[in-house]
């Protein structure tokens, strides 16, 4: 069972661990602390934590393997801290399922408001119940489950949460200004990225087609509309 507002730091270095236990913890998360892939993988079964910070600099396995690990299970929010800037590697990171990257060095201010974006994203999820019919499509709102000709599709918790906030306003255009604000927070209503990369995995995902998408409408310049 998830405890609520828990979050466990999956990174080697001990100064960066120190740093978000004290940030953290005066904060009123309850964090617990792995200092490589395996045990982070380990600890992440059997702490289940509510957020995930994981480095991709890891000693023994490269945190893209990590998150390719964790995603095979892990649904909620798991946010990238790395000295890796690259455009390749952020891209890298939100296709393998993360849902936040932060680079390091980092202001904690900063990470804690990336940090409460996703806790929201998890209590919008947990407050609604509703359970949505599209053609072929069931969204279980309450459950975190999507199935497609009464197959489960797997989906991340941001995944989830973008799909969710399209099926709920079915018909209607939602800027990418809105859902960037909605999903992510006010920072990134600019992150016009992470949209387009999360859209593409969903299509993959929930489309017969994702090159001829019928739920996922592109409006040109403006945002998306979920046709039902």
Known sequence: MMEENSILIIDDEAQIRRLLEITLGTSGYKVKEAVNGKEG?????????????????????????????LREWYLNPIIILSVR?????IIKALDNGANDYLTKPF???ELLA?????????????????????QDLIIDIS?????????????????FSLLALLAKNSGK???????????????????????????TQLRKKIENDHYHPKY?????????????
Do not use: C
Not at 85 to 89: C, F, I, P, R
Not at 147 to 158: F, G, P, Q, R, V
């Open 173 to 199: 255009v939602l800027t990418h200004q809105y859902m960037l604000r909605e999903i992510w927070g006010f920072g990134y209503t600019n992150q016009t990225q992470y949209l387009r990369v999360f859209i």
């Open 41 to 69: 993988l380990v600890m992440a079964a059997t702490f289940n934590p509510a957020v995930i910070i994981l480095d991709l600099g890891l000693p023994d396995l490269d945190g893209q393997e990590v998150l390719l690990k």
């Open 143 to 159: 459950n975190h489950t999507v199935k497609k000709h009464e197959e489960l599709i797997k989906l991340t918790s941001t995944e």
């Open 85 to 89: 800037n690259s455009e390749d590697d």
């Open 107 to 109: 202001r904690t201010g």
């Open 216 to 228: 996922i409408i592109t409006e040109s310049g403006i945002g998306y509309r979920f046709e039902g």
């Open 114 to 134: 990336r940090i409460r974006s996703v806790f929201r994203s998890l209590q919008r999820n947990t407050d609604s119940n509703a359970v949505l019919f599209f």
